[in-house]
């Protein structure tokens, strides 16, 4: 066993030679001594830092923050240790998570809203309250929603979307101009949909935070945020449809860790906000491919951490999903009326 300076403890060294005295008892003496190394491991495996499992997408921003919180010992700091493991995508995070093989992903409170409505009482934590935007060329006519009426517009994510659902919202509310109808309208992902604006096969793009910072690099602009239209909605621009999700008895189980782990995270988004060196360090993992891109990364992922205090994300989150359900139906909240409750991780809980 290795001690507190990591070098072999040497054995220990008898007081005298065996003598013939000594001989009945030597069964008894090895004995003893294996239970005396026995008790020497004892301490160290009872306080053993207990282990957080942490799934991460191999393009998603969790990852630097996993990787402060480690090169800055943040999780030996607060009593736990942490591990990563790559996904593929928010499908095997949930996977992941749901099969015990991750303690914690990132997913959106509407998936844990419709988990604990299942039976599966799950819990959320803001991560980032980031959002996308509609880009459009730094030289387009189009400033508003209503500027959209007979554009060409592309939609990341699909009819049911979540961002997109608020953004039809808010041009309902803001002018009463329904979007799905009003434009000549294309779902695509978001790198196809990017190359199309670039090439101006569309007006404009309504796509995720990290897609309209490539956009901002290479010259387009944001007309309106996803936050904009929150906004309009009557609630905050900081809401977070994203966090860490995890079990509630997990984490009722191992306060330690989801408090320590907790601690870490709010730990590292204070440094990587005012930090310069750290996003030295983290470029390499980020892979910009110049200093337009990876100022660009940087900023709105600074913009998006959490500044809403949980009690009024979850106030906002309830608005939100009342305006989500009417705007897309009982097929985007998977039938739920309302927000169930606990879907928001009280501090107190822990």
Same mark, same amino acid.
């Given at each position: ?7 072999? =403890?040497?054995?220990? %060294?008898? +007081?005298?030679?065996?003598? &013939?005295?000594?001989?009945?008892? /030597?069964? *008894?003496g090895?004995? @003893? ?18 282990e ?5 997408l191999q ?9 402060v ?16 493991s790559?996904?593929?995508n ?11 093989a ?8 509407f998936f844990?809203?419709?988990?604990r ?7 959320f934590? =803001?991560?980032?309250? %980031?959002? +996308?935007?509609?880009?459009? &060329?730094?030289?387009?006519?189009? /400033?508003? *929603?209503?500027?959209? @009426? ?39 992902a ?56 995890f079990?509630?008895?997990?984490a ?6 989801i408090?320590?782990? *907790?601690?870490?995270? @709010?730990?590292?988004?204070?440094i990587?906000?005012n ?6 360090k983290?470029?390499?993992l ?21 500044q ?8 906002d ?34």
């Amino acid at each position: 066993m290795l001690n507190d300076t990591g070098h072999i =403890p040497p054995p220990v %060294a008898l +007081g005298r030679p065996l003598g &013939a005295a000594d001989q009945g008892g /030597r069964g *008894l003496g090895r004995r @003893a001594c294996l239970m005396a190394s026995a008790a020497l491991l004892l301490p160290a495996q009872a306080h053993a830092a207990p282990e957080v499992r942490l799934g991460v997408l191999q393009y998603g921003s969790v990852q630097w923050v996993a990787d402060v919180i480690r090169r800055r010992g943040l999780d030996t700091s607060n009593g736990f240790s942490l591990s990563t493991s790559a996904l593929a995508n928010s499908d095997s995070s949930r996977v992941a998570l749901m099969a015990g093989a991750a303690d914690i992903v990132v997913s959106d409170w509407f998936f844990v809203a419709s988990q604990r409505a299942a039976g599966n009482r799950l819990s959320f934590v =803001p991560f980032s309250s %980031a959002s +996308g935007g509609i880009m459009v &060329a730094d030289s387009s006519p189009i /400033r508003s *929603l209503a500027d959209l @009426a007979n554009r060409r517009l592309g939609v990341a994510g699909g009819p049911l979307d979540k961002s997109w659902l608020i953004v039809q919202a808010a041009a309902r509310s803001a002018g009463g101009v329904e979007l799905a109808t009003a434009t000549k309208l294309t779902y695509g992902a978001p790198p196809l949909l990017d190359a199309m604006l670039q090439r101006n096969d569309m007006d404009a793009v309504l796509t995720f935070w990290n897609f309209a910072a490539r956009l901002d690099a290479a010259g387009f602009r944001q007309a309106v945020s996803v936050g904009d239209c929150a906004r309009t909605l009557g609630l905050s621009d900081r809401i977070s449809l994203i966090g860490y999700t995890f079990h509630e008895d997990w984490a009722k189980q191992n306060r330690v860790a989801i408090n320590g782990f *907790l601690n870490a995270s @709010a730990a590292a988004l204070a440094i990587m906000a005012n930090d310069d060196a750290e996003w030295d360090k983290l470029r390499p993992l980020m892979g910009p491919a110049d200093d337009a891109l990876f100022q660009s990364l940087r900023r709105r992922f600074v913009d998006g951490i959490p500044q809403m205090a949980i009690d009024t994300q979850q106030r906002d989150a309830a608005k939100l999903f009342d305006i989500v359900r009417h705007a897309g139906g009982a097929r985007v909240t998977d039938g739920l009326d309302a927000l169930p409750d606990g879907v928001f991780w009280q501090p107190s809980n822990g």
